[in-house]
């Protein structure tokens, strides 16, 4: 009898070897352990590890033969145990639950088990802790170390357990809570949350003292006490996250708020400009959608996980990539993701930090270089399990991310125009339609995730609010809704269950009908022992919320549960503008639907111009233009992120026709493009970009570069510049203050020029207001580091044709040249920050000359008259040059004697925007110049057989080897 | 000629491989697992069965073992006795993982699986596009193709077999496919033209008679030119060299 299963592979994994070289310890091995709630007889104990093991590669551990399987570690000195924190999702072992059931059917039935971490190591007990912190993190999981000796012990005498979440067994009883308290008591359960009976508090609610005093007020007109659950709901569907207050808050004298006046205001003024409107669905739905062609529309949206990833990095991001992949399938009556997008800003993984949350070193941040990998590895898991390729993406490092690290995840996802006759945009949860949440089971996972997010991280961010995801169940229940509910018109409307679980889902597709019953008793659980308020709003994953007529409900659910997915109905759509929630008959929340959505206190903003903060001198280093170019390729912000690239599968779906890589030297592409139906040469075109490097010196100007890049990069890909359509993800710092929210006004009026003048809409957009760490440095001095305000801006674009389409590569041969003025604009640039800083101005966009630039180029590229071209951006023209010559492995001569005007590092390293280099045949010369004027281009040099890139001055001939730049481009980076 | 892809608990290159079957002159359809268990005697109307890529059961237990698991408690004399026939049966990626994990593949003690495939020497997940050589061309799906260029997303794609076992493969001319270097040499183990540092650079297995294929490259992703890297400096043709494969499955009928 045992109640473990532990396995270890014969040879050594791969796993294993990269611990090995991290830890530069050679004596490390994984054992995968599963520890069950009952012990196994013999007989079971084969079946089972049969089940779950590999007779080839595995060994299974035995009683009898486990001194001997181990015997070849028996120099090891101690063992690290990880374990998930009861409660908290264990994929592997949902996995080995079912393959039991499936194969011993109903002979084994009742049981429990979690799956373990089993390292075995040699060292010094300091060097294994640093190991194990490394390899587990404290919020999610136990981690536990002992001697190795003890470990055999513990095999032998059967001495593993799981923990169970053991919550209490509660009798609900409805807790109605007085607000008629002071302010400094309503402000305490804003912060703090609503007291239990013991005194202890609930977590905080993210509401203000002002949003208080309206519950007050309300409840006070309808003479009676507020609920918790009712107080819980109000605290989610207000918060910033759900509400976005500061973008829809009267600013300085813009009564209608910057959302209004600038974004969507951009896209109103666009519609009305162009009479080509390709816009579908704008802003109101959970993602954007323009049409892709006259049967399909593509929808796009970009989120931001940055709060949970700085907590745990790996369950933030996988969370998020899956996350936004729900907003596709809530878009319209459920769109199937078809490409996912990534952005990530961190701090520098080679650097130690060492922040706190606490005083006296307590409560550490996670290490720079855990959350980067994690952050790296969390979206690689949630988007190659989900089958959904992962083609664009980009990093960006700066140490100001040490306190927040920002993560944004996008999808691109794709629905027919009409279903059934009906358009698929659009739906609409009709009275009487039933309430159907189907996916996962809900758990204390997540609970305070919206209203956490909306706060600074300190000591009070709850621990709670960090899943994991489970990308299968989610693939299971997607599959389900896109391939067989959504084509027969079974539900009338759907959307996802993201932040603020239930209480937000719900409440806002109420809005449709009316109003809502919810029966909370009737929502399938992970375990017993939650309050209903924990129920309510809890953020577990992988749910969708459907709303289903009741004629359909059977069909709907036996679909679901063919294909091993819970769907359970837990209450209906009323007409009556009311929100009804019941637990066992009490009714434990009844609002008004008005109040419930609008009763917030509108907010009333200032802003101030604030200080500018110069860029401090720094000497420029001596150094020859080679060696200046090597320093840059390899600098973390330009250096090749293709160990990104290779294990985010881009090729699933057999969709990728510009990939991440590009050219046989494998360079990093700023834009990618997918061709998603088989049947139509037409293909989506996909980049992004950010210049929080710029922001403080001008955030108008920043915003600009931002919009321009990612409109650039689609035009140099081969998209149709009338179908372009633009996405803004705001992530802010210190949002309360004036400066702060002077450069968000400042940034947002840029959306509205630049967007206006490029005549690209914005179709859907997020913002994350305060991204700001508080807390302490490892002298006890308290801190606040503040993200720089960061703006992504995401573009979506259509490709007519497959011959549209651009590719890097010169050919031998080529002229060279760049389109557009180059500038002395090397104010922030990447220039600036390696080698040095030179009196110079920030990157302004003008958007005349740009548009000129990019109509032209458009008009050439459809005429074949272009043969290769690289948008140029971070590091300058002579970035992109050594682009170009390490992806095409072709030699290039660069004249500079032409640049009088400048210097050569002016020239080549000024990060002026809206220029393209491009390469054509000589001869297409004459046919370029009926396009472009003479002054809106300038001829660089050509495109030769050699192995080098030659630059040419007045005075001398500076050669580098294209292959010593491939190396420096090819770099790793430090701490990765 | 009718061909049944498998698809269900996260497998995900469904649609493509149907297209590409489809475009090559197969009639076919996608079956969700569990309605293959509720009637599998729908087996008989198909000459092919594809078991495309994806992560079945999230990679959870090893690649492929779960699924496998599933197939052996509720359809395997089923799925052996259509092997035996003369039909084909094709495992990409995870479908690959999934006929290894069965003993489909090579299937020469006809018992116990007994190869496995573990975890890639360089510990990462590698997304990329490999040269491979066919090593047996008397497998009907491998028939006159000398070389192919095609992609491999996977993060267990190492092959591992016991010594003894691997002799007879070999004697047996069961190495459907292996990687090679840019000089069209076998790679020797060498990354990244052997991705995942694989024993003999093996790409992929047969059985005996050739019609069961377990391969890890994906010929689905290489099905049209546009698919292959840098397609715009290279020659214009309609199809990659996947589109080999499928083609080969039509011959064998036709």
Not at chain 1, 861 to 881: E, Q, Y
Not at chain 2, 62 to 85: E, H, P, R, V, W
């Amino acid at each position: 009898m045992t109640n473990t299963i532990q396995i270890l592979s014969i040879e050594k994994t791969g796993k294993e070897s990269s611990l090995q070289k991290e830890h530069n310890n050679k004596s490390i091995k994984i054992i995968d352990g599963y520890f069950f709630s009952t012990n196994l007889d013999d007989q079971k104990f084969t079946k089972i590890s049969k089940l779950i093991s590999n007779d080839v590669s595995q060994t299974i551990l035995t009683k009898k033969n486990v001194n001997k399987v181990l015997s070849s570690y028996s120099n090891f000195n101690w063992v690290v145990e990880i374990k998930f924190l009861p409660g908290v999702t264990d994929n592997i072992a949902t996995t080995v639950k079912e393959i039991i059931k499936d194969n011993l059917k109903s002979s084994f039935k009742s049981f429990e088990l979690g799956s373990t971490k089993i390292i075995l190591i040699k060292g010094r007990k300091e060097d294994i802790t640093k190991i194990s912190k490394n390899e587990a993190n404290p919020l999610i999981q136990t981690i536990k170390i002992y001697p190795f000796k003890k470990y055999l012990n513990n095999f032998k005498k059967n001495q593993f357990k799981i923990e169970k979440v053991k919550l209490p067994k509660k009798k609900y009883s409805k807790k109605e809570i007085n607000l008629n308290i002071s302010d400094d008591q309503l402000s305490l359960i804003g912060k703090l949350g609503i007291e239990e009976n013991d005194k202890s508090r609930r977590g905080t609610l993210g509401l203000d003292l002002e949003s208080l005093k309206a519950i007050r007020n309300y409840f006070f007109t309808i003479k009676r006490k507020p609920t918790d659950v009712e107080i819980e709901t109000l605290a989610q569907t207000w918060s910033e996250h759900c509400k976005h207050k500061i973008f829809s808050a009267k600013i300085d004298d813009i009564q209608e708020g910057i959302f209004k006046k600038y974004i969507k205001g951009a896209t109103e003024k666009i519609i009305q400009l162009r009479k080509d409107n390709f816009c579908v669905s704008l802003f109101t739905d959970n993602a954007g959608g323009i049409e892709f062609n006259k049967d399909w529309i593509i929808c796009h949206k970009v989120e931001t996980h940055n709060t949970p990833s700085a907590l745990d990095p790996f369950g933030g991001a996988i969370t998020g990539i899956v996350g936004v992949n729900r907003d596709c399938l809530g878009f319209g009556k459920g769109a199937k993701p078809i490409a996912n997008t990534y952005a990530y800003y961190l701090a520098d993984p080679n650097k130690n930090y060492q922040l706190y949350r606490q005083k006296n070193n307590k409560d550490p941040m996670l290490p720079a270089n855990f959350i980067a990998k994690g952050i790296i590895s969390g979206v690689r898991v949630g988007g190659n399990c989900s089958g959904i390729p992962t083609p664009q993406g980009n990093v960006y490092f700066d140490d100001r991310f040490a306190g927040k690290p920002l993560v944004f995840c996008g999808t691109v996802g794709i629905i027919p125009k009409k279903i059934k006759g009906k358009l698929s945009h659009m739906k609409k949860a009709n009275p009487g339609d039933n309430i159907l949440m189907a996916g996962g089971r809900v758990g204390k996972d997540g609970i305070h995730g919206a209203t956490f997010s909306s706060e600074e991280l300190d000591p009070n961010s709850p621990v709670s609010a960090v899943q994991i995801g489970d990308p299968i169940t989610q693939k299971k229940m997607s599959d389900v809704i896109i391939r067989e509910l959504r084509d027969e018109n079974l539900y009338s409307s759907i959307t996802d269950n993201g932040a603020g679980g239930l209480s937000s889902s719900i409440g806002e597709m109420a809005k449709e009908s009316g109003g809502f019953i919810v029966n909370l008793e009737k929502v399938p659980l992970k375990y017993n022992g939650l309050y209903p308020w924990e129920i309510w709003v809890s953020e577990s994953q992988e749910r969708m919320t459907l709303a289903v007529p009741p004629a359909n409900v059977k069909k709907v659910i036996k679909r679901f549960n063919a294909r091993g997915v819970e769907a359970t109905i837990i209450g209906k759509f009323i007409k009556k503008e009311k929100a009804i929630v019941k637990y066992n008959k009490t009714e434990i929340l009844n609002l008004d639907m008005e109040f419930l959505h609008e009763g917030y206190p509108k907010l009333n903003l200032k802003t101030s111009f604030p200080k500018i903060k110069k860029e401090k001198k720094k000497i420029i280093k001596k150094s020859s233009l080679i060696d200046k170019l090597h320093k840059l390729l390899s600098s973390p912000n330009i250096v090749s992120k293709e160990f990104i690239a290779t294990q985010y599968d881009h090729e699933v779906q057999a969709t990728s026709i510009i990939k991440p890589l590009q050219g046989e030297g494998r360079v990093f592409g700023n834009a990618t493009a997918i061709k998603p139906l088989f049947d139509d040469e037409k293909s989506i075109a996909l980049s992004q970009a950010a210049y929080p490097q710029y922001a403080e010196t001008n955030p108008y100007d920043m915003a600009g570069c931002s919009i321009d890049t990612a409109y650039k990069n689609l035009i140099v890909s081969g998209a149709n510049s009338k179908k372009i359509a633009i996405l803004d993800n705001f992530c802010w710092c210190s949002s309360d203050e004036p400066d702060r929210l002077y450069q968000l006004k400042e940034a947002a009026k840029a959306c509205y020029d630049y967007a206006v003048a490029y005549q690209t809409p914005f179709i859907s957009g997020k913002d994350s207001m305060f991204n700001d760490f508080k807390g302490f440095d490892k002298t006890g001095k308290s801190v606040k580091i503040s993200i720089p305000p960061t703006l992504l801006i995401s573009s979506i674009g259509v490709v007519d044709k497959i011959s549209h389409l651009t590719k890097i590569t010169p050919e031998d041969g080529d002229i060279l040249l760049v389109l557009g003025a180059t500038r002395n604009e090397l104010q922030d640039s990447v220039y600036s920050k390696i080698i040095g800083y030179e009196k110079s101005k920030n990157p302004v966009v003008n958007s005349k000359d740009a548009l000129r630039t990019y109509r032209n180029f458009e008009k050439a590229n459809k005429l074949r008259i272009i043969n290769s071209a690289i948008g140029i951006d971070l590091g300058g023209l002579g970035i992109a040059i050594t682009k170009m010559a390490i992806a095409s492995k072709k030699g290039l001569t660069i004249d500079l004697k032409l640049k009088n005007k400048f210097s050569v590092d002016q020239f080549l390293f000024s990060e002026t925007q809206s220029r393209i280099l491009v390469s054509m045949k000589k001869n297409k010369l004459a046919n370029f110049k009926k396009i472009f004027k003479a002054s809106d281009y300038t001829i660089i040099g050509k495109c030769t057989s050699s192995d080098v890139i030659e630059f040419k001055d007045n005075k001398k001939i500076m050669r580098g080897k294209i292959s010593d730049f491939a190396k420096s481009y090819k770099q790793n980076i430090k701490g990765l | 000629m009718n061909v049944l892809v498998l698809s269900g608990y996260g497998i995900n290159c469904e649609n493509e491989t149907l297209h590409a079957f489809e475009v090559v002159g197969f009639k076919g359809k996608i079956i969700h697992i569990n309605d293959l268990i509720q009637n599998p005697k729908q087996l008989n109307n198909y000459q092919v069965f594809a078991i495309p890529g994806g992560f079945s059961y999230g990679d959870d237990t090893g690649s492929g073992n779960a699924m496998a698991k599933k197939i052996m408690t509720n359809l395997y004399d089923q799925l052996t006795d259509f092997s035996l026939k003369d039909k084909l049966i094709i495992g990409i990626c995870n479908g690959c993982q999934i006929l290894i994990n069965l003993g489909l593949v090579p299937s020469l003690n006809k018992k116990d699986p007994e190869v496995a495939l573990i975890e890639n020497k360089s510990g990462s997940y590698e997304c990329r596009w490999v040269d491979v050589k066919v090593s047996n061309n008397k497998s009907p799906w491998l028939e006159n193709i000398s070389t192919l260029n095609l992609p491999v997303a996977h993060q267990e794609g190492q092959f591992m077999i016991p010594i003894n076992l691997l002799k007879s493969i070999k004697a047996n001319n069961l190495i459907g496919l292996q990687y090679i270097n840019h000089r069209k040499k076998l790679a020797k183990g060498q990354f990244p033209f052997n991705p995942n540092g694989s024993k003999d650079d093996i790409a992929a297995l047969t059985n005996q008679n050739g019609n069961v294929l377990a391969m890890m490259p994906h010929p689905e992703r290489a099905f049209y030119n546009y698919h292959i890297p840098n397609w715009q400096s290279k020659t214009l043709k309609k199809f990659g060299d996947g589109y080999k494969i499928f083609m080969n499955a039509k011959k064998f009928f036709a």
